[in-house]
């Protein structure tokens, strides 16, 4: 671990913990899948390959573990293999290596989707398609002078000019490639990153921060209209924890780690932060702040907001940071929250102070089938209004619960089949529940095992008022774990003519069944007018609840066949979902931030005033726009 | 451009839909058979099953009447306990009792007495069915004009028939008073409202909250008349928006994700209570509906109505309809449970569409050649009607010419292909021996029916005598009224040809807009939609050949005097009706007027110009157009209505209403009605 913190006696304590840790691994392992951790729904990252860099899942150059042109790791994908099967490849997930049996019929099924339409990617990235870059020659001198690494190759650019929303991958796997950054730099501290904005400044050069690159909001596309030479300022090379202090329980971390490299350091201390958004394989502790992200465990640990002690901030005007690490003040409009969800726009976070807790002695998965969504929302809500939600509880609608069904891998043994069908049997036959309107809710349970058990059964009970009927870990477990590889399912989707993308929103519980049929509904219908030949897939979930409302997460995709222009109408069918989920009282965004893809709705949200204000920020801390990524306003 | 409305909104259907005999199958096969057919109907698919009881529940319980409870014990004094008690007692009042065996039992007495009273009836199957798709995806509204009693049932009595879901009712309250028929209307799906509710908070809460939940569960689709009441005229009658704006809410505030409006037009070739209306009209009251009075009427029972027509409009989207028009984010600060007044922009809209049912409405009704001979037997000297007759001739070769400017405006005719060597004289023959109460043909003439009364003894008076005419002449125009909607818009622009003696196309159009204005009350405009109208006029106008139109001009063709003078002749009436009330509110003494006081002195009135020789119109005398000009005046600004004890009050602006005279004789040209500030005083 490169720890700055000083001492032998904090070093050998660390070990110690360490040690105690894995102690603790070795025997949870030994008593069975009780002591099931999230960590393990993700992958494995590069631990492989600890050798390079201590435990650091991101290089230098993403090219080499990376897809340039889809999600995730290179090693892994989903693939029909050659007996028509699914199968997850690779080594990272659990369920790697694993064949699918059910997932192409649903997907056939679902898309009316055919092995024999194959709609395949260009292979490699062409570098004579990528635009030679606009250098700006005087700032590239002087930053030489500081031995700030950079690159103008054109794979490094091409990586750092996209998130990852559809259309942006969509014109990858075609080949296409349009404004990308002219330069890369990585910063490898603070004082690296004070080096470059000054830079920017002088040289008047944009620069668009780039951190783990998961943005699904447009906002990593450079503005097509600037014409100075953009710098990315990758700070995946700013992924150190520099200390951590046990008697706040704080640890102070640059803003370039990504959440599981700070997840996996922080527990070999014993220590977790808690944070851990579905995208935290690869999202970066700065891209959270700029984005004001949400984590699937906020029940217990808050959101980033709420994790947020301290933040230091490179701008144009200067670095912008409080004075102490005070739990909470009263010093007028607190300026964290000019720097959270400013979306790079005001400049790069380069250090957090962050909360944290010891990691939790007992991890527990559950689930709960409900007959049908209703009764599902009002047990959620009723958890929220008893304020009794465990770490995590997300309610899937029947779409979900079938698609869910149809990733189960192959079980290896009769009797797990066997079970399989008696289950299904009990809550069909037995209860009466219609298999076309059950759905699904999936909880984790974190904590003392004594409580934990304990608050277990205070959940279930208040689900069986509702008519729940508890439905094992297993089914609840491999809820979260999908979470992990459903990114990768897109791409798999691309592979045969089917497009699709999530969005969420936060809507007061009142509401929540309203917008879900609304904007389910409104997706089928834009589809339809829209000249879709197939029938789409709309389906939704309940992932986060809170006192007033709760966050709805839609994924919409449909087989694009006979159009001849699929992103334009992707694009159309989410705008008007958009402005379905704005007409049924449901905000802008929850979590996933406005980007350059929601900006339109902006002004509606915040009113004249907000936008005034805003604006003012951004003309005072960065009049130049060197921060010009075109975000947010 | 006749068939904007067609199109945009698919009112009506573009080709010869079929239309099928539904008393046909009735007269070949056991009415007891139909009355105990196995109704299996397929429900809305989002609809939860509930029964009445759980509705009234539903109702009783929400948030908003709950909410609603408080306020209205915090203002009264009362407790909240006694004010839900009262409200629990006005759902019981209002709510429907829908039950199937009923519903049985009402489908054999209506198979019964159909059958008797029409030869057949109509109804167009493609509309059908599509209501029948419909009703399975949203909450569905049926929306009927309402032309006759008639009316209330026809539409569950063809769902029944065709396995579609019973709809739910909105009725008057006093059919709930009527002994046995209240209770057989209740339990065959209808729910009673009051009349005036004026500002009974409560009242309105649990309507509201009634109607609404009806259209959120979508438990069955609900039934109402956007006209409020049945049209004593026959003439569409100027829409209500409250019913309207209760079924649209649940769509404003994202509860469902569409409702879906089917307009429904029922036509008739003779209406049952023609000559009810007509003495209501002069003022001779209605009957209180009872059930005696029913049975009184059952010598209607004996004579023949021709058919009836029910077309099935074609399901009209409100999610589609108010793109655009509807800023839905409207609701989103305030909890949707709570009472929240209505924005200017949801009124506008909700009287938009209220207007454009309407109109879709009228669109969709079938006219027959009698309402084509009524506009001509109008257009004769009342006298010659009574005393000489009008030659047969005469009158049947000019039917057929308003057949053909009927169809070039685009009217939905209903002209049977009769039989025998002149089909269309046949036709022409039968329809006025159907409607031997109003007209009869003697010795190659025909003549007004007037009404004899044979016990009295004394000789009749000549203002007997005239309400004899008058009562013939109304009904003539009821008649008549029919098939206004096709000819209003270019009729409107033959007066303004008349009246300015212009060419230039933008002082006509000013003209045109002015009558617009004036008449709006009198027929159904989609507010806003004046200009628009202008156009349509222009182009039905020149697509008969009546005049040539350019840029800047409207020139009549030689060609089109005779339809430009028949469309002058149709608008007649109004024009002079309204100009007899406009001078007496001008040259009388007095300022305010009791409402009563007020119609009784414009009949005298009426009476004693009708006799004199100076009015040639009997339409001054009905109460319809009196009280259309009080509404028209009120909303010009020139008269102001207040409550004063038992009745209205209203107070006159004498200048305002000379203005609008004088304009309206052509004596000043046309300007802005509503913004002059001294017809605010």
Redesign the interface.
Known sequence: MASNSSGGSDRQRVAQQRLRIITGHLQGRENGDSTIIAAECKAEGSQTDVSREEGKTVPRRRQEIMKWNGWGYSDTKFIFNNKGQAEFTGKRYRLSGMIIPALKEWFEGTFGASMQHKSPAAPVLNSGAVQPPTLNEAFLEELKSTGVLFSHDAEDRVYRAHGHCLHEIFALREGKVGRVPDMVVWPNCHDDVVKIVELACKHDVCLIPYGGGTSVSSGLECPPEETRCIVSVDTSQMNRILWIDEKNLTAHVEAGIVGQDLERLLNESGYCTGHEPDSMEFSSLGGWVATRASGMKKNIYGNIEDLVVHVKMVTPQGVIEKSCRGPRMSTGPDIHHFIMGSEGTLGVVTEVTMKIRPVPEYQKYGSVVFPNFEQGVACLREVAKQRCAPASIRLMDNEQFKFGHALKPQVSSMFTSFLDGLKKFYITKFKGFDTDRLCVATLLFEGGREKVLQHEKQVYDIAAKFGGLAAGEDNGQRGYMLTFVIAYLRDLGMEYYVIGESFETSVPW??VL??C??VK??IIGECKSKGVQFQPLSTCRVTQTYDTGACVYFYFAFNYRGLSDPVHVYEQVERAAREEI????GSLSHHHGVGKLRKEWMR?TVSNVGMGMLQSVKDYVDPKNIFGNRNLL | MSNTYRDSYGAGLENEEEFVDILEERRRSSDLGHALRTFSPHPYK?AESCSNADLNKAVLESQYLRYMAKEIAAETGSSVEEVREEACGILEEMSQNLQLKCIRLMGFTMTKVLKRLYSSIFVNMEGLNMLQQSIQEHPVILMPNHRSYMDFLIISYIMFTYDIPMPFIAAGIPLAGMKLVGEVLRRSGAFFIRRAIGSDKLYWAVLSEYVRTIVKTGIAPLEFYVEGLRSRTLKSVMPKLGMMHMVMEPFFK??V??ITLIPISISYDRVLEESLLAHELLGIPKPKESTTALLKASKVLQEDYGSMHVNFGRPMSVRHLCEGKI???Q??LV???LPQKPSAEVQACVSWLAHLMVRVQEEGSMMGPWALMACLLLQAPTRVLTEEGLPWQELTDKTLWLRKLALDFGARLNWPSGQGQAPDADVMSSTVALHGSVVNRKAGRVFLVQEEEPTRNRPISPEEKMISTAAAVLMLASYRNMSLHIFVRPALLAMALHIKKTTQKDELLAFFCFLWDVFSNEFIFIPGNSSQDFEEACFLLKKCGAVHVSEQEVTVSVAGLEVLSFLQALLQPFIDSYQVIFRYLCENEVHVYAEKQFLTAVRNLATELILSGELHTYEALSSDTQKNVLSALQRLDSLTKSRASEQNEYTVNKAAVRRIDDILSGKIPPQMLHTTPEAKL
């Open positions: 009142d509401r309203d917008i049929r609304n509904a409104r704005l007409a049924n009282g509606e | 989002g994202g509860e994700y569409d800023n839905r984010c609701y989103n909890p949707r449970d």
